[in-house]
């Protein structure tokens, strides 16, 4: 009889005590002073390396400026792209910033901040092309993309034989050297291309309209974690820190 006693009064006691384990992330993130965020660290212009070896990039600095404003500091967890997203799930970090696009699918497991960038597929050709104006006009051309990707699917689509590649900077490659008419690619790669060789014999002549958002991914059933985390964005935009960054990796505003 005291056994069984006991075991409900145990009972009793946990479900009491209960709420205060399932404490917001945000207050444990604020107690620990650290927002662990997970990223790539080799997909620049958004995570990569110096040669010095220190981190960097538009996605970093949006993150440790993101964790200042939750009054933390920013420490990141790199690892490989196929596994980062189930980095949440093990709770090796608390958030993931890499560009990730905002998808139903991922909805439905996890939560994202508002969109802090969009990308839009742009169709990019030679400077001296005037052949080629408009997505229609890829029928019968050659298209540069690595072959998996939703580009190559797309200039496919649009009636355009594929040339496979390892990338964007080879894609480009072959557009300057004639080997291809056209690559169909993502407009912040491009604009980072530019933004590093200005001088560089290529143009976009078509943006498609479906653009890709992207935010800050953070596991479900975080509420306040996921309000200081747009709140902060908001700060960022309004105080002119997001567009600095912006400028500096893209050359412009990539939030719209």
């Known amino acids: 009889m005291k056994s069984r006693l006991t075991r409900i009064a145990l009972a009793t006691t946990l479900l009491i005590s209960a709420p205060a384990f399932a404490q917001d992330a945000l207050a444990q993130i604020k107690a620990a002073g650290v927002l662990k965020i997970g990223t790539e660290g080799t997909y620049a212009p958004f995570t990569y390396h110096l040669p010095s070896g220190e981190l960097t990039g538009f996605d970093v600095e949006i993150a440790q ?49 508002q969109p802090y960038i969009l990308s839009k597929p742009v169709l990019i050709v030679a400077s001296n092309n005037s052949s080629i104006k408009s997505f229609a006009d890829l029928k019968g051309k050659k298209s540069a993309h690595t072959l998996s990707s939703n580009f190559a699917k797309q200039a496919q689509s649009f009636g355009a034989e594929v040339v496979g590649t390892d990338g964007f900077e080879q894609s480009v490659a072959l557009v300057l050297t004639g080997r291809a ?9 491009f604009l980072d291309f530019k933004k590093k060789k200005p001088d560089a014999q290529v143009k976009v002549v078509a943006t498609s309209k479906d653009a890709e958002a992207s935010g800050i991914l953070l596991r479900k059933g975080n509420p306040e974690l996921l309000a ?7 700060e960022l935009k309004q105080d002119g820190s997001y567009l600095k960054l912006s400028q500096k990796y893209f050359g412009e505003d990539v939030s719209q």
């Open 65 to 113: 400026a993101v964790a200042k404003k939750l009054g933390v500091k920013a420490q990141f967890v790199e690892g490989k792209w196929d596994g980062l997203i189930a980095g949440l799930d093990v709770n090796r970090y608390d958030v993931v910033v890499n560009e990730v696009t905002i998808t139903d699918a991922r909805k439905a497991k996890y939560d994202f901040s």
């Open 228 to 234: 200081a985390i747009n709140k902060a964005l908001a």
């Open 181 to 189: 008419d056209a690559t169909i690619n993502d407009s912040l790669s």
